[in-house]
């Protein structure tokens, strides 16, 4: 979170907070809001359990399962599950959701840190991409073509 918030900051984003996450925080956004950490970490909290099997109405075009993360076509289904890997992708509540949420978080901590290091050091790798998935240091975008 201190990487993504240094980076924000170096950008010229001049509100940033790092908060603890809970259930709260995540139902009543009160602004653009990125979560950071492992699945393993943030599937704990019930409202994140809920959104990733709601992934078909989420759009963010990834299923964590126990067998890794899914990721996704166009169509929804299944392109791609892979054991170790970065996620990036963003859902709000509609067009112009003033308060969205971005996921940002790894299958494991070192797919957090791909994740984490690509939006904190080449945010231009990904630029107009609605998410992408970060596997073996490569960039995928989301959802699968």
Same mark, same amino acid.
């Given at each position: 979170?201190?990487?993504?918030?240094?980076?924000?900051?170096?950008?010229?984003?001049?509100?940033?907070?790092?908060?603890?996450?809970?259930?709260?925080?995540?139902?009543?956004?009160?602004?653009?809001?990125?979560?950071?950490?492992?699945?393993?970490?943030?599937?704990?909290?019930?409202?994140?359990?809920?959104?990733?099997?709601? !992934?078909?109405?989420?759009?963010?075009?990834?299923?964590?399962?126990?067998?890794?993360?899914?990721?996704?076509? !166009?169509?929804?289904?299944?392109?791609?599950?892979?054991?170790?890997?970065?996620?990036?992708?963003?859902?709000?509540?509609?067009?112009?959701?003033?308060?969205?949420?971005?996921?940002?978080?790894?299958?494991?901590?070192?797919?957090?840190?791909?994740?984490?290091?690509?939006?904190?050091?080449?945010?231009?790798?990904?630029?107009? !991409? !609605?998410?992408?998935?970060?596997?073996?240091?490569?960039?995928?975008?989301?959802?699968?073509?």
């Amino acid at each position: 979170a201190e990487d993504l918030k240094n980076s924000l900051a170096s950008r010229g984003v001049k509100s940033i907070a790092i908060k603890d996450l809970d259930n709260n925080l995540l139902e009543k956004r009160q602004g653009p809001t990125i979560v950071v950490g492992t699945w393993d970490q943030l599937k704990q909290l019930d409202w994140l359990d809920k959104f990733n099997k709601a !992934y078909k109405k989420t759009g963010t075009n990834v299923y964590f399962s126990d067998k890794g993360v899914e990721l996704l076509d !166009y169509c929804g289904n299944t392109g791609q599950t892979v054991k170790n890997a970065g996620i990036i992708t963003a859902a709000g509540n509609g067009l112009g959701d003033r308060n969205p949420l971005w996921l940002v978080c790894g299958t494991e901590q070192t797919g957090l840190q791909m994740a984490v290091d690509l939006l904190a050091n080449s945010p231009q790798k990904i630029s107009g !991409y !609605y998410g992408v998935a970060v596997v073996a240091g490569k960039v995928q975008r989301l959802p699968l073509q």
